[in-house]
């Protein structure tokens, strides 16, 4: 027996061996940018597995999307150290299997078509290339923890690369990753475009700005500081990272960002930099430099280590995405870049959004959460009617549980407090949390139990009670729309050349209840040619809720007329305003939840 024991043990010490001095190499070149193609090479040294299986994943951490990149990759080759060629076999869409044959390198080589310029894909042309290492760099299946060396080859006299990846001394533009993971949360932006620097939260901050934009330097350098400091605030003024980038694209149109590790992409238009549009920039750097805690550090053990073949589900997106949108607008607040009333207004608009859809008592934002992967990003026209985002109705549901926890602590402990115990959390175990201890940080922050709540309006559709939660902090909410009865179409609709097409139905309005499909062409309304959408609306001001009305619409080419009953608006608009008789127990959480930093 203790003969085989210690040849267990040697076989082990074998295997492990084997990979000990393992490193994963790549090139990316780029020599006729103008067709699109980054060249990659990959090379696996100091292995000694016969076999291999290398693949590309099938989508990005942060967007939630099978997007089957491998679908661009073309010219397959490998070859051992003397470039001899090795057999391989294509196993999957996205899989292949080399036979090694006793090579001490195997060379991969293959080249990447990039015509998307998203945050979560990769481009390349005449003036720049960007990309995302998933989109790029090949794994070797089994072997995630290997560390990685990346090499760019810049396109002529392309001078600069940008990368949150640390840079290899006396190796120009050879940045190291010590996992597959790292390496593929640092995306990549080559060429000649400008970067600045600034110091905020005890760290430098590097912005590439790609693309000619209207800002300031000066400007915007102060104002992503504010953003910065206000965001590190919330975690008691610990920031995990040593440096951070800020990658910026600046585009005719395009908006949206995609976190990362120590680094983020921004795509925005290049006018949004004036007085009257820079907070829309503003909160989407806030957004998604808070990620770098919130999803990337903290988050569900679904979200980390991935599996990037395939989904990766859980059903707390409204917290890592909802919160952050939450803190986005909170951190703009907190650091006098928006008021209380623009922060107050902004959140009513939005609970007003979410309350107005039908998909809100329809589909659990957990569920949003869970089904992301095959509704979130593939909408269609009735998904207004059976979806919630996880981004709003998680936004909405941050500052509700905000208010909650303020309440029954009488303002001693805040959302705030939820976020620094798991980030605490993380910390300590080095992973992500589970369902029972996303609740039990609630819980024992807020010292009450929650699991009812939780169960009432994270996993179910059960409305709120904005009137109670919201009047902790004296504020008083009123439904305009209540009692209504103005007539309501109910689905939007778009017009060219005189021809009037339907684009949306909303779930228990006229239209819908009384039979109109998408795709109709309206032709006429109780007889009166209908030749834009103005006319819609002013034909239904000339009627009232209860009547019945004649639609005429052309379906497949086919003139029908049909008959429907007129209803009301159906959707809410609530508005708050203090209460003039507010208590001190209330205006100690209004003035809480509206601090200002170093209040």
Same mark, same amino acid.
């Given at each position: 027996?203790?003969?085989?024991?210690?040849?267990?043990?040697?076989?082990?010490?074998?295997?492990?061996? /084997?990979? @000990?001095?393992?490193?994963?190499?790549?090139?990316?070149?780029?020599?006729?940018?103008? +067709?699109?193609?980054?060249?990659?090479?990959?090379? *696996?040294?100091?292995?000694?597995?016969?076999?291999?299986?290398?693949?590309?994943?099938?989508?990005?951490?942060?967007?939630?999307?099978?997007?089957?990149?491998?679908?661009?990759?073309?010219?397959?080759?490998?070859?051992?150290?003397?470039?001899?060629?090795?057999?391989?076999?294509?196993?999957?869409?996205?899989?292949?299997?080399?036979?090694?044959?006793?090579?001490? #390198?195997?060379?991969?080589?293959?080249? *990447?078509?990039?015509?998307?310029?998203?945050?979560? +894909?990769?481009?390349?042309?005449?003036?720049?290339?960007?990309?995302?290492?998933?989109?790029?760099?090949?794994?070797?299946?089994?072997?995630?923890?290997?560390? /990685?060396?990346?090499?760019?080859?810049?396109?002529?006299?392309?001078? $600069?690369?940008?990368?949150?990846?640390? &840079?290899?001394?006396?190796?120009?533009?050879?940045?190291?990753?010590?996992?597959?993971?790292?390496?593929?949360?640092?995306?990549?932006? *080559?060429?000649?475009?400008?970067?600045?620097?600034?110091? @905020?939260?005890?760290?430098?901050?590097?912005?590439?700005?790609?693309?000619? @934009?209207?800002?300031?330097? &000066?400007?915007?350098?102060?104002?992503?500081?504010?953003?910065?400091? &206000?965001?590190?605030?919330?975690?008691?003024?610990?920031?995990?990272?040593?440096?951070?980038?800020?990658?910026?694209?600046?585009?005719?149109?395009?908006?949206?960002?995609?976190?990362?590790?120590?680094?983020?992409?921004?795509?925005?238009?290049?006018?949004?930099?004036?007085?009257?549009?820079?907070?829309?920039?503003?909160?989407?750097?806030?957004?998604?430099?808070?990620?770098?805690?919130?999803?990337?550090?903290? $988050?569900?053990?679904?979200?980390?280590?991935?599996?990037?073949?395939?989904?990766?589900? +859980?059903?707390?997106?409204?917290?890592?995405?909802? !919160?952050?949108?939450?803190? /986005?607008?909170?951190?703009?607040? =907190?650091?006098?870049? %928006?008021?209380?009333?623009?922060?107050?207004?902004? %959140?009513?608009?939005?609970?007003?959004?979410?309350?107005?859809?039908?998909?809100?008592?329809?589909?659990?934002?957990?569920? &949003?959460? !869970?089904? %992301?992967?095959?509704?979130?990003?593939?909408?269609?026209?009735?998904?207004?009617?059976?979806?919630?985002?996880?981004?709003?109705?998680?936004?909405?549901?941050?500052?509700?549980?905000?208010?909650?926890?303020?309440?029954?602590?009488?303002?001693?402990?805040?959302?705030?407090?939820?976020?620094?115990?798991?980030?605490?959390?993380?910390?300590?175990?080095?992973?992500?949390?589970?369902?029972?201890?996303?609740?039990?940080?609630?819980?024992?922050?807020?010292?009450?139990?929650?699991?009812?709540?939780?169960?009432?309006?994270?996993?179910?559709?059960?409305?709120?009670?904005?009137?109670?939660? !919201?009047?902790?902090?004296?504020?008083?909410?009123?439904?305009?729309?209540?009692?209504?009865?103005?007539?309501?179409?109910?689905?939007?609709?778009?017009?060219?050349?005189?021809?009037?097409?339907?684009?949306?139905?909303? =779930?228990? /309005? #006229?239209?819908?209840?009384?039979?109109?499909?998408?795709?109709?062409?309206?032709?006429?309304?109780?007889?009166? =040619?209908?030749?834009?959408?103005?006319?819609?609306? =002013?034909?239904?001001?000339?009627?009232?809720?209860?009547?019945?009305?004649?639609?005429?619409?052309?379906?497949?080419?086919?003139?029908?007329?049909?008959?429907?009953?007129?209803?009301?608006?159906? $959707?809410?608009?609530?508005?708050?305003?203090?209460?003039?008789?507010?208590?001190?127990?209330?205006?100690?959480?209004?003035?809480?939840?509206?601090?200002?930093?170093?209040?």
């Amino acid at each position: 027996m203790k003969k085989l024991l210690i040849t267990i043990c040697l076989g082990l010490l074998a295997l492990g061996s /084997a990979w @000990a001095d393992a490193l994963i190499r790549y090139t990316v070149s780029m020599p006729e940018p103008h +067709t699109h193609y980054f060249e990659v090479t990959m090379e *696996i040294t100091d292995q000694r597995d016969n076999t291999l299986t290398v693949v590309l994943p099938s989508w990005t951490p942060g967007s939630y999307l099978l997007r089957e990149f491998s679908k661009s990759l073309e010219e397959f080759e490998v070859t051992d150290q003397n470039g001899r060629a090795l057999p391989f076999t294509q196993t999957t869409k996205s899989e292949w299997q080399i036979t090694r044959n006793r090579a001490s #390198t195997v060379r991969i080589s293959y080249r *990447i078509y990039a015509y998307e310029l998203t945050v979560r +894909t990769s481009f390349l042309n005449a003036d720049h290339g960007y990309f995302n290492g998933t989109n790029l760099f090949l794994y070797l299946d089994g072997h995630l923890d290997l560390p /990685a060396e990346v090499t760019i080859e810049p396109y002529k006299d392309w001078s $600069r690369v940008s990368t949150g990846l640390k &840079a290899v001394p006396g190796k120009p533009f050879t940045f190291s990753a010590p996992d597959y993971d790292v390496l593929v949360d640092a995306p990549f932006e *080559i060429g000649n475009h400008t970067e600045f620097t600034f110091e @905020a939260a005890g760290i430098t901050h590097r912005v590439a700005m790609y693309g000619w @934009a209207n800002y300031d330097e &000066a400007s915007l350098k102060k104002q992503m500081a504010q953003v910065v400091e &206000a965001c590190t605030d919330v975690f008691g003024g610990e920031n995990p990272n040593d440096d951070y980038l800020f990658i910026v694209h600046n585009l005719s149109r395009g908006g949206g960002g995609l976190e990362h590790l120590n680094s983020t992409t921004l795509q925005t238009s290049r006018f949004a930099y004036s007085p009257s549009q820079v907070n829309g920039f503003l909160n989407l750097t806030a957004h998604e430099y808070f990620h770098l805690w919130n999803v990337k550090r903290i $988050r569900p053990q679904a979200l980390g280590p991935f599996d990037y073949t395939q989904e990766n589900y +859980t059903y707390h997106l409204w917290v890592m995405e909802g !919160f952050t949108s939450y803190y /986005a607008g909170v951190a703009l607040q =907190r650091a006098s870049i %928006t008021t209380e009333d623009d922060f107050i207004n902004a %959140t009513f608009n939005l609970i007003n959004s979410v309350e107005g859809r039908p998909g809100s008592r329809v589909q659990p934002v957990a569920m &949003a959460s !869970f089904d %992301t992967w095959i509704k979130q990003y593939r909408p269609n026209e009735n998904s207004y009617n059976t979806t919630i985002s996880y981004y709003g109705k998680g936004q909405v549901l941050a500052g509700l549980l905000d208010l909650i926890i303020l309440h029954h602590t009488q303002g001693e402990k805040s959302l705030d407090d939820v976020m620094q115990y798991l980030w605490e959390f993380y910390k300590k175990e080095d992973r992500g949390f589970t369902d029972e201890e996303l609740l039990e940080a609630f819980e024992t922050v807020a010292g009450i139990e929650m699991d009812d709540w939780f169960e009432q309006h994270v996993f179910g559709t059960e409305r709120p009670d904005y009137e109670t939660i !919201f009047g902790y902090a004296g504020i008083l909410i009123t439904d305009e729309l209540a009692g209504n009865t103005t007539p309501y179409w109910g689905g939007s609709l778009s017009s060219e050349g005189g021809i009037v097409k339907v684009n949306n139905l909303y =779930r228990g /309005a #006229t239209a819908y209840d009384g039979g109109i499909n998408v795709n109709d062409e309206i032709l006429a309304v109780n007889g009166f =040619r209908v030749r834009s959408k103005n006319d819609i609306d =002013r034909y239904m001001e000339m009627t009232g809720v209860g009547d019945t009305i004649e639609i005429t619409v052309s379906r497949d080419d086919i003139v029908q007329t049909l008959s429907m009953v007129v209803k009301p608006i159906n $959707r809410p608009r609530l508005t708050p305003r203090l209460d003039p008789r507010m208590t001190s127990a209330q205006r100690n959480v209004l003035d809480t939840w509206l601090r200002k930093m170093g209040e």
